[in-house]
């Protein structure tokens, strides 16, 4: 099964950049789409970003233009390119990864990792 570690988050500042990283290891056959969710305090998980085996990403309306998804399937890796960054984007960050195992599709997801921006 897949494991999925995140990395990068940290502090930031208004108007500054962070870059967040998430491996899958473990064994696994495939996985599809992987992406990423947060959830900021007293709200719920909300989308990101996602991007599929190809490279094709999408992203919440909202922050298409200041994030930016890449994937590198040789090291089973996504990155969350972060630029201008708002208060608002303090929240943890999840990686998920659509796992295809036993004839059908399943999300894993990352212990998350915690992006605090100040002001």
């Known amino acids: 099964q897949v494991q999925l570690a995140e990395s990068g988050g940290g502090l930031g500042q208004a108007g500054g950049s962070l870059t967040l990283s998430c491996t899958a290891s473990?064994?696994?056959?495939?996985?599809?789409?992987m992406g990423w969710y947060r959830q900021a305090p007293g709200k719920q998980r909300a989308l990101v970003a996602v991007i599929s085996t190809g490279g094709a990403p999408y992203y919440t309306d909202s922050l298409k233009g200041r994030f930016t998804i890449t994937r590198d399937n040789a090291k089973n890796t996504i990155y969350l390119q972060m630029s201008n960054l708002m208060p608002e984007d303090t929240a943890i960050y999840y990686c998920?990864?659509?796992?295809?195992?036993?004839?059908?599709?399943?999300?894993?997801w990352g212990q998350g990792t915690q992006v605090t921006v100040s002001s």
């Open positions: 473990g064994t696994f056959n495939r996985i599809h789409n």
């Open positions: 998920l990864a659509e796992e295809y195992r036993d004839y059908r599709t399943h999300d894993v």
